[in-house]
Every structure is written in C-alpha cells, then in structure tokens.
C-alpha cells in the first residue's frame, strides 16, 4: 500500500474504531457536520481509509463496512507485520493503549500523527512520547478540538485585539473527569487567554471515571486574571461551558461551544447611574465545524507547512497543570 505522492488522497490508517474513530457519526445524518475522525477525512475528501486496527473482530468489521476501508487488523504487531505505509495515522484506542500505539505507529514511519487526548494517563509518560515523535521526526497533533473551532478563533481574536476590554475573571463548568474533560476546559484556557498556573482546589467530585474525578479550582491566567473551574456531576448530564467576564460584556460558550450568548453592557433601565448586562443574544459556535478543521490543518500542514494548532507538545503542557490540580487535591503525591 504506497503512501500519497503528489496530489493523491492521503493514506489514513485508524487504531481503535468506536465512538471517536467513527462511532458517533454513524447514527448522525450522511450530510451532518462530521464529528468523529472517519467522518472528517471521509468528508474532506483528499484522504483515503486505508486500514484499521481493532481486537474487538465485531467493532471492526462493522468499522470496515461503514467506512469502506479495505483491510482490518486485530493488532498493531499483525500490522506491522504486513509492512504496510501510511500517511496518516489516527489514534482512537482507549487512552491506556495510546503510549503503545504512538511507539507502534512510530515504527510505520508515517508523516503525521493524529493522536486522541489524554495523550496518556500521566504527563511523564506523555514526554517520553512526545521526545519519542521529535526525535523520529514526526509531527504528533492531539484532538484538543477547540483548537480547530472557528468561532473560538473569532473570539480568541476579539479578546486579543481589546474589543471586549480588560478581561476581569472567567468560570469554566465541567465534569467526567479533570484529564478527560479538565484538560480540553485547560487546552481552551490556554487557546484563548494563554498558559494558566493553579492557585488552589477544592474537593474531588467521583462522577464516573475510577482515576480520574473532576476538581474544582482557582487558576491564575496571564496578568493574573481569575479563573475558577467549577464541577457538576457526570451521571447529571454533560457539562462543558465557559464564562468570560470583560469590562464590555459576558461572553459565554455553551453546549460544549455549539452556541455562544453574548450579552453587552447597558445603562440600567431601573437604577440610575448603574451600568448593567442585556439579556444577550445566543447564535450558533463553531464546535460541528471543528473535526474538519482538524484534518484540514493537518493536510495543509503536509501539503504546504502550515503551522498544526494543536501538538504533543501544547497537550503536555495541559497535562502538567492537569496533573498539578490533582497533587494540590491530595490526589497525586
Ligand atoms: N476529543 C474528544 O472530545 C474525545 C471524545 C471521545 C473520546 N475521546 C478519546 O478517544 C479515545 C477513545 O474513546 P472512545 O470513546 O472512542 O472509546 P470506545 O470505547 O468507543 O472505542 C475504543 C475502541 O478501541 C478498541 N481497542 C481496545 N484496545 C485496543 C488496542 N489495543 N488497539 C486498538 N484498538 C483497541 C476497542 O475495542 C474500541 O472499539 C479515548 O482516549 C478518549 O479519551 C476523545
């Protein structure tokens, strides 16, 4: 199987074929924004499905079908074995399996791989994998999704430019987890506002993983601004917002960045001389259009060197502060 050259569509092999790897856009309809890492190579289309990886031989073939990829192995070493050549190699595995898989990828020499966050379970392991990548010379990007948002870009921008003004505190609410669904909450604080460090926690909430509960936090951002991470409860329903205080207005991401509310400032219709927020107006975010951002940037970043907008190295340093929040818990010693 002979990698791309030129102008043919990029090889792709998947490892791990569940929900990210295709799972969650089999259900969705044929013409819905692609959510899953099949579904946004499929769409983009100057990638080809060539391979996948799965030891769960019915997980595989219904992968196989959906996709139409052509051929299906139950291990990385069978894999290997065939001598087969990728472009493009696409983690989807648990994330226990990711520090075997990126070592086994590795030995294939792709161009690029394109790994599912956590990158691993502890940020030790995470640098191993991420010296392993530089050294061989592989670009190693992690799905910290947002990164690829379009209306997060926007906002990222405004912000930057001070057309909100000062920003004075921000809140982020999430759950199941403060390195499963903390360190997408920390990759977009540092997106957005640059890189954080922990002031202090509160009490662990278990809400579902045996590892990996979710943490309450005070964090100090650039200039010191504020910011508190707030927990609610996996088993209640999932949680992944943020607020951001500025001195012209609250603009607030909901829906996991599905839809931002953006409310102004006004002088206050009943209190003289007090200045007060709007009811706001909430339109659609960028967060469906983000999977093909993803893939997008990574085949301009093969084709013509673009710069990749997430990497091991960006993950690593959330990782850390991931980590920090749980030994400030008691949770890590
Ligand atoms: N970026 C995101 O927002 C996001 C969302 C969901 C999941 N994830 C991450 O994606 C990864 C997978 O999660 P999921 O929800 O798709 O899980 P899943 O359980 O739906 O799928 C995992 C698949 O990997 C297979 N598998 C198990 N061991 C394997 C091995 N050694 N080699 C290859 N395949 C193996 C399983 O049989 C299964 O089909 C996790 O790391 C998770 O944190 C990220």
Not at 53 to 61: A, I, L, S
Not at 247 to 252: A, D, M, N
């Amino acid at each position: 199987m002979p990698i791309a050259t030129g102008s043919d569509p990029l090889a792709v092999l998947v490892i791990g074929c569940g929900n990210i790897a295709g799972g969650f856009d089999a259900a969705r309809a044929p013409d819905a924004a692609p959510c899953t890492h099949a579904g946004a190579f499929r769409r983009h289309g100057r990638y080809r499905l060539s391979a996948c990886v799965d030891p769960d031989e019915t997980r595989r073939r219904e992968f196989m079908r959906h996709w139409g990829v052509a051929s299906g192995y139950s291990s990385m070493d069978a894999l290997v074995e065939s001598g087969s050549r990728f472009d493009v190699v696409s983690i989807c595995s648990p994330t226990d399996c990711h520090a075997s898989d990126v070592l086994a990828a590795l030995r294939l020499e792709p161009r690029i791989i394109f790994c599912e966050k956590p990158v691993t379970p502890n940020a030790a392991t995470t640098a191993e994998l991420v010296q392993s990548c530089e050294a061989a010379g592989v670009p190693l990007v992690i799905n910290h999704t947002r990164r690829w948002d379009p209306e997060i870009t926007r906002i990222r921008g405004e912000l930057a430019s001070g057309v909100w003004g000062a920003v004075r505190t921000v809140v982020g609410l999430y759950n199941k987890g403060v390195l499963n669904n903390g360190s997408h909450m920390i990759d977009l604080l540092h997106h957005l506002l640059g890189p954080v460090s922990v002031v202090a926690t509160g009490t662990p909430v278990w809400d579902g993983l045996p590892d990996d509960p979710s943490v309450p936090a005070i964090l100090s951002g650039v200039k010191t601004i504020p910011i508190h991470l707030v927990c609610g409860h996996a088993s209640d329903f999932a949680l992944f917002e943020l607020q951001i205080v500025t001195e012209r207005g609250v603009l607030t991401m909901e829906e996991g960045g599905v839809a931002w509310r953006i409310r102004r400032t006004n002088e206050s219709p009943h209190f003289r001389g007090y200045r007060t927020l709007d009811a706001g107006e909430r339109h659609a975010g960028g967060y469906l259009l983000a999977m093909l951002g993803a893939v997008s940037n990574i085949h301009e970043a093969l084709s013509s060197g673009a710069e990749l907008a997430s990497t091991g190295r960006s993950a690593l340093a959330v990782q850390e502060i991931c980590e920090r929040i749980k030994e400030k818990s008691g949770l890590v010693r």
